[in-house]
C-alpha cells in the first residue's frame, strides 16, 4: 500500500549544526507535503509545507527539499538548538482532505 | 486566528469503562476535523475525519465512534474502553480549501 517512511529514528547533533531529516514517499500522484514538530506530551505543529510544483521552499531556520524523482523529502534545519528537539514527521496529502504520515524521527540536540 | 481545545487533557479509565473525548475549534466555520491516535513513540493513525455536521467517516474498525453533533464540535466516544484503547489522541481541523492540518494539544488517555 501507499505509504510515507523515514530512513533515520533517530538524528543527534551538536548544538550549532544543520540538521538534515528525511522522508522517502511511495506515492507518486501526491502533490503536497509537510513537516511536523511533535514535542514531548503536545500535538503535533506545523512547520513547513511544499507542493509538488516546487523543489524547495524556504522558511525560518529550516528548508524543504522534494525531489520528485526518486520521491524523497527532506526538511534541513539550519542552526539547530536545544529547543529544535523533537520528534519530526513528514505527511503527504492521499486525497478526501486526509493526511498520510510517517513514522517520525527524532532529533536531539546537544549543547 | 484559529484555536483548537481538548479535554480532558490527561485521562485514566478502567477497562469496560465509557468514553468521550471533546474537541472544539473556534475562528473558523465549516472545518474537516480529525480525529488521531498516538501509541508511545508511535506515529499518527486516523481515526475519524468529518467534513461536516453529522458526516463521519471511520478509517479502521474498532469500539470507538465519533460524532460531529455541531459544526465546530467532534466527539470521540467508546461503550466500553479497551486496555488497547490507552495512547494520545488528538484532534486536527483544515479550513477545507486547504491540506494542511493543525492539531490541538491532545488528550493522554491510560485504562487499566
Known amino acids: ?5 523515514l530512513h533515520l529514528p533517530t538524528l543527534s547533533v551538536q548544538e550549532g549544526d544543520n540538521s538534515i531529516i528525511n522522508c522517502a514517499y511511495s506515492n507518486s500522484a501526491s502533490d503536497y507535503f509537510i513537516w511536523y514538530k511533535q514535542e514531548s506530551g503536545k500535538g503535533p505543529q506545523f512547520i513547513i509545507d511544499i ?15 522534494l ?39 527524532m532529533l536531539l540536540v546537544s549543547p | 486566528s484559529q484555536t483548537i481545545h481538548q479535554w480532558p487533557a490527561t485521562l485514566v479509565q478502567p477497562v469496560g469503562s465509557p468514553l468521550s473525548l ?16 498516538q501509541a508511545a ?5 486516523l481515526l475519524f475525519y ?9 478509517e479502521v474498525p ?6 460531529r453533533p455541531q459544526d465546530r464540535q467532534f466527539i470521540l466516544s467508546s461503550k466500553k474502553l479497551l ?4 495512547g494520545f489522541y488528538l484532534c486536527a481541523w483544515t479550513s477545507g480549501t486547504t491540506d494542511t492540518q493543525y492539531f490541538g494539544p491532545g488528550t493522554r488517555l491510560t485504562v487499566l
Open chain 1, 51 to 65: 507542493r509538488s510544483n516546487m523543489d524547495k521552499r524556504q522558511g525560518q531556520r529550516v528548508t524543504v527539499l
Open chain 2, 22 to 37: 471533546e474537541c472544539t475549534v473556534e475562528g473558523t466555520s465549516n472545518p474537516n476535523l480529525y480525529w488521531y491516535r
Open chain 2, 50 to 58: 468529518s467534513v461536516g455536521i453529522g458526516q463521519i467517516s471511520s
Open chain 2, 62 to 67: 474498532q469500539n470507538l465512534s465519533a460524532s
Open chain 1, 67 to 105: 525531489n520528485k524523482t526518486v520521491k524523497h523529502l527532506s526538511l534541513q534545519i539550519a542552526a539547530t538548538q536545544p529547543g529544535d528537539s523533537a520528534v519530526y514527521f513528514c505527511a503527504e496529502n492521499r486525497g478526501y482532505s486526509t493526511l498520510t504520515f510517517g513514522k517520525g524521527t
Open chain 2, 83 to 86: 486496555l488497547s484503547d490507552s
Open chain 1, 1 to 5: 500500500g501507499e505509504s510515507v517512511g
Open chain 2, 41 to 45: 513513540g508511535r506515529g499518527l493513525q
